[in-house]
């Protein structure tokens, strides 16, 4: 069993769109964090949060954890070619990892 | 800073050899773990080590030994290697605060690629 679910698996988009992905769960944590993997490398933290409600914002990136700490978004606008990658959330002091979601920018 | 370092980056091996894969980092970090990632299941805990001599078992410790002699080295042992640990291994280190810490900036090596057949 999955402690962190990630949707969708995967993504496909032309340059230019808006996209969201999920990072849901039915347990509660302290603080989640976001990353983004790129082939043949290591996860590079974009982004923690640890208050229910909380957004943040890393210039097209906007990260919002649910009010009740159980899930997390990562909303992305005007996707560019760059933001290709696979996009991980971790829970617990990155105790869990979810399964991902891989995106791809079409140019 | 090197920041995280890992060899090899790709290593094949027999069902029940044995190796080790190195890991290093030079930030001075206390925190430092191993993971395994695989298709469809995303990265998995599997030991961790909160400083120099102590170290503990994550989500998938079996088969896996590590030891934390030094601050900068973590090496990850597989004693007697099975094809169902085929997997990409990544180390990763963070430092440590006094009091409760929250959502520490983790950062991770290059990855090594490991295929036992």
């Known amino acids: 069993t999955q402690l962190l679910e990630q949707s969708p698996q995967f993504l496909s988009i032309q340059e230019g769109e808006n996209l969201t992905v999920y990072c849901n769960s039915s347990s509660v944590f302290s603080s989640l964090q976001w990353y983004r993997q790129e082939p043949g490398e290591g996860p590079v933290l974009l982004v923690t949060?640890?208050?229910?409600?909380e957004v943040k914002k890393l210039k097209r990136l906007t990260f919002q954890f649910g009010d009740a700490r159980k899930d997390s978004s990562l909303h992305i606008t005007a996707a560019q070619p760059g933001d290709t990658g696979l996009y991980l959330c971790?829970?617990?002091?990155?105790?869990?990892f979810g399964t991902g979601t891989r995106l791809t920018v079409i140019p | 800073n090197a920041g995280v370092t890992q060899t090899p980056k790709f290593q094949v091996l027999k069902t029940g050899q044995s190796m080790t894969l190195q890991c290093a980092q030079d930030m001075n970090h206390e925190y430092m773990s191993w993971y395994r990632q695989d298709p469809g299941m995303g990265l998995r805990l599997i030991h961790y080590s909160v400083g120099a001599g102590i170290t503990d078992q994550g989500e998938v410790p079996n088969g896996y030994n590590v030891s934390r002699s030094t601050t900068e080295d973590f090496p990850l042992r597989l004693l007697s290697a099975a094809p169902s640990q085929t997997s990409v291994y990544f180390c990763a280190s963070s430092p440590r605060t006094s009091g409760r810490v929250r959502g520490e900036t983790q950062y991770f090596g290059p990855g090594t690629r490991l295929l036992v057949l």
């Open positions: 949060v640890v208050t229910g409600g």
């Open positions: 971790a829970a617990q002091n990155n105790l869990f």
